[in-house]
């Protein structure tokens, strides 16, 4: 199931694990450097490989032509991390094939001629690779990889030569951002080859304290040895910061309710909000959820919410009469909120 | 009716109108220099006059000495606004009379031996006057007053030589405060003889911009003067708030609406909450509802989560088992709004 409707292993502070795999075809140059014939080929080529297979999985996938798609369409799809920022920026000549459940998805003529993604909810790195290596043998079955033995899969950036695996998590810090911790913990994270994002990958700031943790290196170990590495990483991270929510409730629980229901009074009733304070709400309300304070909603609740508080969405779902996004936005979440209150 | 549970004339900017006269008994010391049988004397001598008046107005009031109250129940009395905080702290010589509807209170042994108090919601300080004449000359006709046919009545203080009365008006005045009009309004004021204080009157600091107009001058102006230069004051200084308010509103509603509402949230939902921001944000809701953004509740909850938020009602009404009154204060006026809500 989805990341969003659902919550998974260490669901407390990890929302998702993500799995990428970069691939190109053999004797097509690189998305960059080809012609209209070829970056049609390798649409169709990938196409066919899904939709043709013999194995069950290739019913599961919709075609999509990102130069077909309206602008908010396109930018649903990144915002459900479906897709990244740079398939939206090349959409002219990029496809998408999304499996119905949105867990995976083929991103094609994106930087590399093909890249697939699985996300699942919570700590589940392994089972998003299985899954991934099956397709990948699919696609393999019909169409020749550019492969070196020696190097590996040969990608159109050398940063992902090898492997061309990025295996990232998406983790909910609140009390070590607002503690203080996260600065010396993003330093030795570097140092032991993870890199730290934000929201939507590469070149994103982090926001409502929600942080992206992947491998830097993928090349000289193997996709076994990246995710057990990841995985390490992310039980010590997720220990540190459970500590620190174990402190802070210690301390002085009754601002952290004062604060965590606050937040929900807010987004109940607020008629104006920008994104930014929206994701820091949306923070506060999640910790609720997570350590219990907030019994009014669930993860997935939150979850929606962030998804629908993104600007496509809101374009898409929202009063289409009015031209503000933060008016859009606060009646939206509001509405969700409202139409999802558990009874307790 | 109590100003608390009413709207009165002007009732948008104008909470409630109070009249208060000062009166000293002839041939007995003044409160601070007179001994217990003095004290007792006057009491009793007061009591008397109302209890065992002819008038139907004779049974409206209820006696309560004030040693004989809690503290609580004295605070109680001052957070009202039925007693004044000196009669509070001279409680081991002073009594009260309130009549039931708690519109008229009346203070003995005080700063001078009596104080006769009357508020009315919105604007009616010439309705007080007539309320207060009718009992003073009841009490008048028991009991000598100590008055001057030059200086009038005579009292305690100087400053209240004459009429001994001050007329005040209780007025919520958040744009005038916030876009920094006060300022100049203030000098302007003061040049003419209008005092402006704060919510509980002498020495108090403005709260939650309830400002409380009065008449500085008690002598060589009959009491009917004084009140009429404090009625064209007065409808100023509506006329003032109201001309913001429409420019706030026409500058940008929405902004104004998510003010009041998310007020309307943080009450709702807060766990924890000081006397100074509960004020703050009362004033933002107030004028939610002056302004008709705020329907889910109207000026009589107002009125009574002013007087609920304050120290003495949160300890007589609140759980008895919290120690912080802050946290009190939060369960108190959520459970007061969310059984005040109106259907819309």
Redesign the interface.
Known sequence: MSWINDIGPLGDVVLSSRIRLARNLADIPFPQAMDKIDRDSVIHGVYRSIAGSDSPIGEEFQFLSMKDLSHVDRQILVEKHLASPDLMKYHERSAILVNWQEECSIMINEEDHIRLQCILPGYQLKRGLDYLDNIDDIIEAQLPYAFDPNLGYLTSCPTNLGTGMRASIMLHLPILATTGQMKAMLQTLAKIGVTVRGLYGEGSEVMGDIYQISNQITLGASEEEIISNLEIVTKQIVQKEKQARQLALAGSR??L??EI??A?????????MDFNEFMELLSTLRLGVETGIMTKIDIKTINRLMIMGQPGHLRKYGDKTIG?LD?IR?EVISKLLRSTELEN
């Open positions: 009754i601002h309710e004062d229901w606050r929900y009074g807010t987004m109940l009733h607020a008629r104006c503000d008016i606060a």
